[in-house]
């Protein structure tokens, strides 16, 4: 695992989006796997900034997400389909049509997983996957629990996660209980995998996954069992980490 221990949050996301960079001017065909929350948000917006230089060209680009919500659709403003038009699809020169998000309001949930499954595996391998981290340790919205779920699957969120969520909401209960994600094989599945993390409340999660034993309760854990994965955080978030490797 390579590691990247950064200042703060602008100088993390300024070194996580010249991976994402690196990626697209290598193959402008990728595959990229792509992740909501707040972390990336300072990444994406570089992104952006590279392409309206005229640096980057996305217009090859195809990209899968990680999961959305089950029962809001793609207009909602607390959709991840909804995040990513704002934070990143709105300001490249992707086509939309190369972008694909779970579909939170199919009558199926379980279908859609199977379809987005089997969607991922047609346009895959994905070449790099971006994830943040929850706090509980969780990669996409496989949270703690006693087996890793491989395949993209339908999940019962945690107590945890709905608090974590409950900032973008009115309130908490208005937050989804349950949501559509890549279980952690289509995660481990990508060539490359581009973990971010920022600030100390983040540091114990970094730590348990990649300092302690590999355990579906912490489920970034299985990240330790992957070729090739880059950690990008800033010193608030690694110093847990880096403190048990010194
Ligand atoms: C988002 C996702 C989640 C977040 C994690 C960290 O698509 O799958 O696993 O990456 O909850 O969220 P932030 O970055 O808001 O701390």
């Known amino acids: 695992m390579r590691i990247y221990c950064t200042e703060d949050y602008e100088a993390m996301s300024r070194k996580a989006a010249a991976i994402m960079a690196a990626q697209v001017l290598a193959k402008p065909d990728s595959l990229l796997g792509l992740a909501t929350?707040?972390?990336?948000?300072?990444?994406?917006?570089?992104?952006?900034?590279?392409?309206?230089?005229?640096?980057?060209?996305f217009s090859q680009v195809r990209t899968v997400n990680l999961d959305e919500y089950a029962g809001l659709d793609g207009t909602h403003d607390q959709s991840y389909r909804y995040f990513m038009n704002k934070n990143l699809f709105d300001h490249i020169n992707?086509?939309?049509?190369?972008t694909n998000v779970p579909d939170g309001k199919a009558?199926?949930?379980?279908?859609?997983?199977?379809?987005?499954?089997?969607?991922?595996?047609?346009?895959?391998?994905?070449?790099?996957q971006l994830l943040g981290l929850g706090r509980n340790g969780h990669i996409g919205f496989n949270e703690p629990a006693d087996v890793f779920v491989g395949p993209t699957h339908?999940?019962?969120?945690?107590?945890?996660?709905?608090d974590a969520n409950a900032r973008f909401f009115a309130s908490?209960?208005?937050v989804p209980k349950r949501a559509l994600t890549m279980g952690v094989g289509t995660i481990m599945g990508a060539k490359k995998i581009l973990l971010?993390?920022?600030g100390a409340d983040k540091a114990q999660a970094v730590k348990a996954a990649f300092a302690g034993p590999i355990d579906p309760h912490v489920p970034a854990s299985i990240l330790q069992l992957h070729p090739d994965v880059v950690l990008v955080g800033d010193k608030a978030a690694l110093a847990a980490l880096m403190e048990v490797r010194a």
């Open 37 to 57: 929350g707040s972390t990336p948000v300072g990444l994406y917006r570089d992104l952006a900034a590279g392409c309206a230089a005229g640096d980057l060209d």
């Open 172 to 174: 908490a209960d208005e």
């Open 196 to 198: 971010v993390v920022s």
């Open 154 to 162: 339908v999940v019962e969120l945690t107590q945890s996660t709905i």
């Open 107 to 128: 009558a199926d949930p379980e279908a859609e997983c199977r379809r987005y499954e089997a969607l991922v595996a047609r346009l895959g391998p994905i070449d790099i």
């Open 94 to 98: 992707i086509d939309k049509a190369n």
